[in-house]
């Protein structure tokens, strides 16, 4: 089996090396700007859109087509093998954006464990824990909610941090699995033409841009199938 090191799992660059693909970005550059300044525009309606609709499948139905005009599409596999009494999906981490995604697909909350709070928060689609300080006391709250009947699953990431998703995992934070016993693992995959999905210095809004410059990003999601797809990097904590 190959050997592939935590550099592998990580874009440290923008533009791709291959000359052919940088001519291809250099004459696709203007259309990018353009596609970027239009879907600035159609996100800000989105966005009004996701707020005044309440939580329902037309509600996702809706900003999952208006998401496609900014160039973010999802593509699913066997959606049959969600289990829909679940309370806890486990998902690898590839953009800054996962949770939005898989929100289109099924109801769920992800929790802010770190960074921004109030209406940043509220506004990329996060949880917000209030009064919670510490792993411990989050740990607490989030089984609390676990275990109140009529709450959407959590979904959490136990990487903590975004990969390129190509080269295996990054090793998992055990926390998430003591929260409760019914936990479905979903494996994302993102495929994007011509730039990097994301590189480890980049901010959320940046990502952002980039995501509505590239002419397209895919997510591919396939409920219940860790056990096929996914190849642990143990030797990263």
């Not at 800054?96 to 769920?108: G, K, M, Q, V």
């Amino acid at each position: 089996m190959e050997n592939r090191g935590i550099e592998d799992m990580f874009d440290f660059r923008r533009f791709p090396k291959d000359a052919a693909v940088l001519l291809l970005l250099l004459i696709y550059f203007p259309v990018g700007i353009c596609l970027m300044l239009i879907r600035i525009f159609v996100g800000v309606h989105v966005f009004l859109v996701s707020c005044a609709l309440p939580e329902s499948f037309i509600r996702r139905f809706i900003v999952r087509i208006m998401c496609s005009v900014l160039g973010m599409h999802v593509r699913t596999k066997n959606p049959r093998s969600r289990d829909k009494n679940t309370k806890l999906y486990i998902c690898n981490h590839v953009t800054e954006f996962d949770h939005n995604i898989i929100n289109l697909l099924t109801p769920c909350h992800t929790p802010q464990l770190e960074g921004s709070t109030g209406f940043v928060c509220w506004a990329r689609g996060f949880m917000e824990i209030r009064s919670a300080s510490g792993q411990g006391a989050i740990g607490d709250t989030l089984q609390r909610y676990c275990s109140t009947e009529g709450t959407p699953p959590l979904l959490l990431f136990p990487e903590e941090e975004t990969t390129n998703g190509r080269a295996g995992l990054l090793k998992f934070s055990s926390w998430p699995f003591s929260l409760t016993d019914s936990i479905q693992p979903v494996a994302l995959r993102v495929t994007r033409p011509l730039i990097a999905l994301s590189t480890p210095d980049s901010s959320w809004m940046k990502e952002l841009l980039w995501t509505f410059f590239a002419p397209c990003t895919v997510y591919h999601l396939a409920p219940d199938s860790i056990k096929t797809r996914w190849r642990v990097h143990t030797g990263v904590c």
